[in-house]
């Protein structure tokens, strides 16, 4: 067991995760042209990327900083804007259906290959600018730190609960549980997965068996989803209490992200039941822990 640091700015961002939306874990391939391009000094510290090109090589984007947001448009050129500045920004609208206004001046173009939907863009500028108004960005950054009480040991358990494993078979429903991943198959997730360090996997299942790859990963840090055009990262302090919900053979997770179960061998109620009775024990792990839900309901409330 060991503390993990967390700040506000970094739970909303997770929060507000869509595919190329990167928050604390940006590979290293798009963090090196991201230090480059953005002209971003040593001292400020990257939290969250928004990729805006095509082929997802992190040279235009948006980012999120402990200063502020920077961002690069693709021909436009580099911009910036500090966090005081920005809590006083009295509207965010899009023109033309791809260029972000503060107020009445365009800062830049959400365009070019990002899908991220931009009324939730919007959205996550407005109630950041709301929770400055509210509250100092020293106290969003600030850095808490909490237990990282959810053990490798007990995601065992509950993943062995739902795992349906036979020795001498394929595993029939896809759940793949501790030494039950082969290490072929492991190393495939991590190269797949694009982790970047050693990640204690727990668990894996495997959401589309002629693409052994795509699925849910459950580590000690989180949880991982990824499949074609959809890539997520979820710290147990931030999934506990996350959105999450079946439409049809549709996961919905978070703000409104879609994780296709057709091809699961796991019945998607089953699914649900397991990354539920994982969201239980994690919010009884963490249960009291602060959280940005619980900022910026006081904030709503004033």
């Not at 969003?140 to 040991?153: A, D």
């Not at 970047?196 to 693409?211: P, R, T, V, Y």
């Not at 053979?249 to 990354?275: Q, R, Y």
Request: charged share 25%; proline share 3%.
């Amino acid at each position: 067991m060991h503390d993990i640091k967390f700040n506000y700015l970094t739970e909303l961002c997770l929060r507000y995760q869509q595919d190329g939306f990167y928050v604390e874990e940006i590979p290293l391939s798009i963090l090196s042209k991201v230090d480059k391009r953005f002209e971003i000094p040593q001292d400020e510290k990257i939290i969250a990327f928004l990729d805006c090109t095509i082929l997802g090589s992190g040279k235009a984007g948006v980012c999120f900083t402990d200063k502020g947001l920077r961002w690069r448009s693709v021909g436009n050129g580099v911009g910036s804007i500090g966090w005081t500045e920005f809590s006083k920004v009295n509207q965010f609208k899009v023109q033309n259906k791809v260029e972000i206004h503060f107020d009445q001046r365009k800062v830049f173009w959400l365009g070019g290959g990002s899908n991220y939907p931009i009324p939730l863009f919007i959205e996550l500028l407005t109630t950041l600018r709301d929770l400055l108004k509210q509250y100092s960005y020293e106290l969003l950054l600030k850095k808490h730190s909490i237990s990282s009480s959810v053990t490798y040991n007990e995601l065992k358990n509950i993943s062995t609960l739902f795992e349906k494993y036979e020795e001498a078979f394929e595993p029939n429903n896809g759940l793949l549980v501790d030494k039950h991943i082969s290490t072929e198959l492991k190393k495939k997730v991590i190269k797949y997965f694009d982790f970047q360090a050693n990640k204690d996997i727990a668990a894996f299942l495997c959401m589309f068996s002629l693409k052994k790859t795509d699925g849910i990963v459950i580590c000690n840090n989180g949880i991982y989803f990824k499949q074609t055009f959809i890539s997520l990262y979820y710290p147990w302090y931030v999934f506990r209490n996350s959105p999450l919900y079946l439409l049809e053979d549709e996961l919905v997770i978070g703000k409104d992200n879609v994780f296709h179960l057709t091809h699961s061998k796991m019945k998607c109620s089953e699914i649900l039941l397991f990354l539920k009775k994982l969201q239980k024990h994690a919010n009884s792990v963490y249960q009291g822990v602060p959280s940005i839900v619980d900022l910026y309901s006081i904030n709503s409330k004033n």
